[in-house]
């Protein structure tokens, strides 16, 4: 995962040269062929898995046309796939369900794998000391159950494992949950401080992310043969710089996760999480190993006047609603590309294991 490199959409960032433009049309090959009129084309086979997070169903739901009309092996929801922690009921929950499943494509979406944040958890930041989350997880299983051919984990909590053969690779999907056993985040002194937004650190070492059930559930997960993992966090695991929802408002949780996966079965790996309400990609080298991480987050709730540009931020973020398609191939993964409500590609990042260049252009 070296070897980094962002291309800006302003051309005063960067001059490209006809040796860089050689690059970068032989990395989009969609788009080569229609630049110099080729009417014929190779394209490899690939699965194609798409990624998205907060949905709100009072908004308008026409991102999902565009979705189905992709073509998808499979679809990783990443929480907040409702919005009812405002007046949190058992009616309005199962009431939000309803209205997004009658808009969701469904059958065009391929295999499903989901977690849930806080808005579908059901309470805004909330964590392991909200009474409301066993109807809350009851009704998230009976919502996302019937999709996902995988068993429940525990009965106190969304999260689970599966391993799918794709492209010739054993990849394992990993969804967590970092709502039902969250231990308490430090408020900020002062709202809306950059960089310490709602909240700061909190170094206190019996506050918890996963809790010890799910932590011994995902060092066995991890014991297990795969060729690529693909873990799923509703919030942050990589992302520095901002006082929002993240792993690193309990950095000692965040260690134990990078170090764990650090030592897991030699594989490669795929962080991918939402919550933001932009998108993006991340990256952070913990004990010699590069980790990458990709935020996936704004189906219909992104923050279009997002300033931020955090310090291990590859690239700029992307404030449209958008969803991301991560592609495999038989070399294994390939590229993740973000693209607005109408299908339009506003980035990709290379994730495959010869290098990982980021562009916010085609």
Sequence with gaps: MDH????????????????????????????????????????????????????????????????????????????????????????NLKAAYERVSSVIPWHQLGFVHATWDDHDFGQNDGGSDFMGQSISRRLFWQFFGPHMDVQQASPYGVYHSAIREIEGHQIQFIALDTRSFRGQLKPTLLRNTPGAERYVPNFD????????????????????????????????????????????????????????????????????????????????????ERFIEITSSGLNMAWSRATEYLPNQIGDPIRENHYAVISITKDGLDKVVWHGRRGDPLAFVNVGRQENRFFDDY
């Design 205 to 288: 070492l019996s506050q918890s992310m996963l809790g010890e059930e799910q932590w011994t559930w995902l060092e066995d997960a991890l014991k297990r043969p795969a060729d690529i993992r693909i873990l799923m966090s509703s919030i942050q695991i990589l992302a520095e710089g901002h006082g929002w929802e993240r792993w690193g408002n309990l950095p000692h949780e965040r260690d134990r996760l990078l170090e764990m996966l650090r030592l897991r079965l030699p594989s490669d790996l795929l962080l991918v999480s939402g919550d933001r309400h932009v998108g993006g990609a991340y990256e952070l080298v913990f004990e010699g």
């Design 4 to 91: 980094l490199e962002y291309l800006n959409r302003s051309a005063d960032r960067r001059i490209v040269d006809l040796a860089g433009m050689t690059t970068l049309l032989s990395l989009t090959r969609r788009w080569i062929w229609l630049t110099f009129g080729i009417c014929s084309m190779s394209v490899s086979a690939e699965t194609r898995i798409g990624v998205g997070s907060c949905f709100d169903q009072a908004k308008s739901p026409a991102i999902w046309e565009q979705i189905a009309s992709e073509d998808l092996d499979g679809f990783l929801f990443l929480g907040d796939n409702v919005y009812a922690s405002r007046h949190f009921s058992e009616v």
